[in-house]
C-alpha cells in the first residue's frame, strides 16, 4: 500500500488476542480490523470483558497479537523485535491509565520529566517542557505538589501531560475517568478533547462510560472481542 493522504494513521487487519485458562481458550479479540486517521478522536465503547483494554494495549506495543496485523504509520507492529517495540512506546505514544500511575515520591513536575529522562533530555530542556505541560493541562500551580497532595482529577492531568512528555503521535487512554467522579470525568475528558482538537494528537479512549462518545469525533463498539458497531456522533 502506497503512502498517501487517505492512509490511515492505525490500521488492524483481522487481529486476534486469545488467552489460556486451563483448557479453554479466551478470545478475547475475535478479528478485529479498524482504521484510525490522523486526528481522530477515537472512543472504543463495550462492557467489562469485550476486549477494549485487550485492543488498546496491542495498539501501544505493551502486547503483541496472537493473529493479525497492526500497523501504525505503515509500520508493522507484529513485525519489530522487542527493542524497536520500546523505541515505538516510547516515541509515538502517549499511555493513561485508570489508575494514574504517578511516582507518588515524585513531585507532578519530576513525574512529568520522568519520560523524557529515558529520552536521554537535557535537564533544562525536560524542566522547561514538564513546567510547560503542566501549565497546557492547567496544573501551572501545582508543580511541586506530589500524588498524595492533588485530586483524583489533577492526578489525572498530570497523567495526561506525562503522557505528552516525548511528543507522542498517539495517546491511548485506558478508562482514564474509571476512578473519577463525573464531573471530574467530564474535566478530564474535555482536557484530552482540546489536546485533540488544538494540537492535532491522535486520541484513543477505551471506556465502558457512554458519555465519553460526546467527546469522540467517532467511536466503535465492541462485544466479545468484535465490533458490533461503528458511528460518528452528531
Do not use: C
Request: net charge neutral; aromatic share 6%.
Amino acid at each position: 500500500m502506497t503512502m498517501s493522504e487517505q492512509t490511515a494513521l492505525i490500521r488492524t487487519q483481522a487481529l486476534r488476542r486469545d488467552f489460556r485458562m486451563g483448557q479453554v481458550v479466551i478470545h478475547a479479540l475475535d478479528g478485529v480490523s479498524l482504521e484510525v486517521q490522523a486526528g481522530d478522536f477515537l472512543g472504543v465503547m463495550g462492557p467489562s470483558g469485550s476486549g477494549k483494554s485487550t485492543l488498546l494495549y496491542l495498539l501501544g506495543g505493551l502486547d503483541r497479537p496472537t493473529a493479525g496485523h497492526i500497523w501504525v504509520n505503515d509500520q508493522d507492529l507484529t513485525a519489530l523485535d522487542e527493542n524497536r517495540l520500546a523505541r515505538y512506546r516510547r516515541r509515538e505514544i502517549g499511555f493513561v491509565f485508570q489508575t494514574f500511575n504517578l511516582v507518588s515520591t515524585m513531585t507532578a513536575l519530576q513525574n512529568v520529566e520522568f519520560p523524557m529522562l529515558f529520552a536521554r533530555v537535557p535537564l533544562a530542556q525536560r524542566r522547561d517542557r514538564a513546567r510547560y505541560l503542566l501549565e497546557l493541562v492547567g496544573l501551572a500551580g501545582r508543580t511541586g505538589h506530589k500524588p498524595t497532595e492533588m485530586s483524583g482529577g489533577e492526578q489525572q492531568r498530570v497523567a495526561i501531560a506525562r503522557a505528552l512528555a516525548n511528543d507522542p503521535v498517539i495517546i491511548l487512554a485506558d478508562e482514564p475517568t474509571g476512578n473519577l467522579d463525573s464531573r471530574t470525568g467530564a474535566q478530564v475528558m474535555a482536557t484530552l478533547a482540546r489536546l485533540n482538537q488544538e494540537q492535532q494528537r491522535t486520541v484513543v479512549v477505551v471506556s465502558h462510560d457512554p458519555s465519553v462518545a460526546d467527546h469522540a469525533s467517532r467511536y466503535i463498539r465492541l462485544l466479545d472481542g468484535r465490533i458490533t458497531d461503528e458511528s460518528s456522533p452528531a
